[in-house]
């Protein structure tokens, strides 16, 4: 076992050291003292029947009172061979018969004094010769209603003194004893308890900034120390996933704008390979204004990605006329849909009000809107339809374009997710539209949904919910 001074497993061991030291010193002490209290209490008792004992075998030979001859008196000798002193003392002080040893006991004058009142009392009195202490008790002795003498019996305290130095030597043994085993028991423990931690601490350390795919992975069972290991794993598994997203999406970031770049700096190199007429130079700032405009729009699009991702926007909300907001971006996709020969139409039921920023709705819908032209070739059909669907309203954006295939569906709505770029060749985008229209969406409590089929074309259906009276209906 290593005893290493580890912080947390020297203060637990010195804590459970300390509070069972403390029990043991309050255990000690209550045995010691009750202990103490029964054997003092069983000698006076021993010495009362003594006493009664001694009074049966006085003699009194007109007025001169003798104890009987230990020979002669069974009760006298027993109390003798008991170590009991037992005598007879007259008013004065002085001895008139006395047997058993401590016969040099000096007569204690406060049961003197006691007795003459006629009330039994116990002293404890120290022998002249050496040390030792004597419990003495003194009744009086009555001759026709009056106290005539004092009659003492006395034992030694040695015994009881004995038994709880007994006492004493065993606890000042058994206690640091127990403590050293708690010691030695406690920092077991702790060790055991503890470390599972040194294995977590070990192998996170082993975990770098480039490698959070690592997990601990340690096994424990499902206890604290085992939850916290897989708590952890599970906020590495969160933090690889951020730092992957966050990698990829400067990756991609970083490929969409290198397009519109090579273009600018092929156009310019052709433009600079020889002098070239003022016309000619018009064209090529035409072309690379129409770049800029695209890589202007597109870090927009990445900026409005990177601060949805630091959390909720400040939405200017305000109840918006979501037909209004539909007409006003019909409008600015009518010329698209006029040069790519696409029919566009739109269906508003009902006058529906949502509360919304209603800027972003804009750009909700025209990112659908666009994708829709975008993917559908001339001779096709785009038809908004807004209807309402109990609390919600829903817009549905049809086309009878491409369609998206059923394995890329679950994605489109990834960032920078292309569905089949091949196919999409084409038509130039950098798979944010659909990723920001369901941001925007989200934000304002609803949803999109999509249907495709390849060939045939693609639904779109974005959810709002209503500004509803008490009543329950659209205001
Ligand atoms: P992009 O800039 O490529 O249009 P989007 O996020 O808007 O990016 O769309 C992601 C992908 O979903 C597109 O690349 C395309 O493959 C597919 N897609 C989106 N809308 C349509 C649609 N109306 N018809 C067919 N495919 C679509």
Same mark, same amino acid.
């Given at each position: 076992?290593?005893?290493?001074?580890?912080?947390?497993?020297?203060?637990?061991?010195?804590?459970?050291?300390?509070?069972?030291?403390?029990?043991?010193?309050?255990?000690?002490?209550?045995?010691?003292?009750?202990?103490?209290?029964?054997?003092?209490?069983?000698?006076?008792?021993?010495?009362?029947?003594?006493?009664?004992?001694?009074?049966?075998?006085?003699?009194?030979?007109?007025?001169?009172?003798?104890? !009987?001859?230990?020979?002669?008196?069974?009760?006298?000798?027993?109390?003798?061979?008991?170590?009991?002193?037992?005598?007879?003392?007259?008013?004065?002080?002085?001895?008139?018969?006395?047997?058993?040893?401590?016969?040099?006991?000096?007569?204690?004058?406060?049961?003197?004094?006691?007795?003459?009142?006629?009330?039994?009392?116990?002293?404890?009195?120290?022998?002249?010769?050496?040390?030792?202490?004597?419990?003495?008790?003194?009744?009086?002795?009555?001759?026709?209603?009056?106290?005539?003498?004092?009659?003492?019996?006395?034992?030694?305290?040695?015994?009881?003194?004995?038994?709880?130095?007994?006492?004493?030597?065993?606890?000042?043994?058994?206690?640091?004893?127990?403590?050293?085993?708690?010691?030695?028991?406690?920092?077991?423990?702790?060790?055991?308890?503890?470390?599972?931690?040194?294995?977590?601490?070990?192998?996170? !350390?082993?975990?770098?900034?480039?490698?959070?795919?690592?997990?601990?992975?340690?096994?424990?069972?499902?206890?604290?120390?085992?939850?916290?290991?897989?708590?952890?794993?599970?906020?590495?598994?969160?933090?690889?996933?951020?730092?992957?997203?966050?990698?990829?999406?400067?990756?991609?970031?970083?490929?969409?704008?290198?397009?519109?770049?090579?273009?600018?700096?092929?156009?310019?190199?052709?433009?600079?390979?020889?002098?070239?007429?003022?016309?000619?130079?018009?064209?090529?700032?035409?072309?690379?204004?129409?770049?800029?405009?695209?890589?202007?729009?597109?870090?927009?699009?990445?900026?409005?990605?990177?601060?949805?991702?630091?959390?909720?926007?400040?939405?200017?909300?305000?109840?918006?006329?979501?037909?209004?907001?539909?007409?006003?971006?019909?409008?600015?996709?009518?010329?698209?849909?006029?040069?790519?020969?696409?029919?566009?139409?739109?269906?508003?039921?009902?006058?529906?009000?949502?509360?919304?920023?209603?800027?972003?709705?804009?750009?909700?819908?025209?990112?659908?809107?666009?994708?829709?032209?975008?993917?559908?070739?001339?001779?096709?059909?785009?038809?908004?339809?807004?209807?309402?669907?109990?609390?919600?309203?829903?817009?549905?954006?049809?086309?009878?374009?491409?369609?998206?295939?059923?394995?890329?569906?679950?994605?489109?709505?990834?960032?920078?997710?292309?569905?089949?770029?091949?196919?999409?060749?084409?038509?130039?985008?950098?798979?944010?539209?659909?990723?920001?229209?369901?941001?925007?969406?989200?934000?304002?409590?609803?949803?999109?949904?999509?249907?495709?089929?390849?060939?045939?074309?693609?639904?779109?259906?974005?959810?709002?919910?209503?500004?509803?009276?008490?009543?329950?209906?659209?205001?």
């Amino acid at each position: 076992m290593k005893l290493r001074p580890s912080t947390i497993r020297a203060r637990l061991t010195l804590w459970y050291v300390a509070l069972l030291g403390l029990i043991l010193l309050a255990f000690s002490s209550i045995l010691y003292v009750t202990l103490a209290h029964g054997l003092y209490q069983q000698l006076d008792d021993g010495l009362s029947v003594a006493a009664q004992e001694a009074a049966t075998a006085l003699n009194n030979d007109n007025g001169v009172l003798t104890l !009987q001859s230990p020979e002669a008196d069974v009760e006298v000798n027993t109390l003798r061979e008991r170590g009991l002193m037992v005598r007879i003392i007259d008013l004065d002080g002085h001895v008139l018969d006395s047997a058993g040893p401590l016969r040099d006991l000096p007569v204690p004058p406060a049961g003197l004094a006691a007795v003459k009142k006629q009330m039994p009392h116990f002293d404890t009195v120290v022998l002249a010769r050496d040390t030792t202490l004597v419990r003495v008790l003194s009744v009086p002795y009555l001759e026709h209603g009056k106290v005539t003498a004092v009659l003492e019996t006395a034992l030694t305290l040695s015994a009881v003194h004995a038994t709880l130095r007994q006492l004493m030597f065993i606890l000042a043994f058994v206690i640091p004893a127990t403590l050293g085993v708690a010691i030695l028991g406690g920092l077991f423990l702790a060790n055991r308890a503890l470390s599972p931690i040194d294995r977590i601490t070990r192998a996170a !350390q082993r975990i770098g900034a480039n490698d959070l795919g690592q997990r601990l992975n340690l096994g424990l069972p499902d206890d604290e120390v085992g939850r916290l290991a897989r708590t952890f794993d599970g906020m590495l598994a969160r933090l690889e996933d951020a730092f992957r997203r966050q990698q990829q999406f400067t990756a991609d970031a970083s490929h969409e704008l290198r397009t519109p770049l090579a273009i600018m700096k092929g156009e310019l190199g052709v433009a600079l390979s020889r002098n070239r007429k003022g016309d000619e130079y018009r064209v090529v700032l035409d072309d690379m204004e129409e770049e800029v405009d695209r890589m202007t729009v597109l870090v927009e699009d990445m900026l409005f990605l990177a601060r949805s991702d630091n959390g909720m926007p400040a939405l200017e909300v305000e109840v918006t006329d979501l037909a209004a907001v539909l007409r006003g971006v019909m409008e600015q996709v009518t010329a698209m849909a006029d040069q790519g020969g696409i029919r566009l139409s739109m269906e508003v039921h009902d006058e529906l009000l949502v509360e919304a920023d209603g800027a972003k709705l804009v750009r909700l819908f025209l990112n659908l809107l666009e994708n829709a032209l975008k993917y559908t070739a001339s001779g096709g059909h785009v038809a908004v339809r807004m209807t309402r669907c109990g609390e919600m309203a829903r817009v549905a954006i049809e086309d009878t374009g491409a369609g998206i295939p059923a394995n890329h569906l679950p994605h489109i709505f990834d960032r920078f997710y292309r569905a089949d770029p091949a196919r999409s060749g084409a038509v130039r985008g950098a798979g944010i539209g659909l990723a920001i229209a369901r941001w925007i969406a989200q934000v304002h409590g609803g949803r999109i949904e999509v249907v495709s089929e390849p060939g045939v074309g693609s639904t779109f259906t974005v959810y709002l919910p209503l500004v509803l009276t008490v009543g329950g209906t659209g205001v």
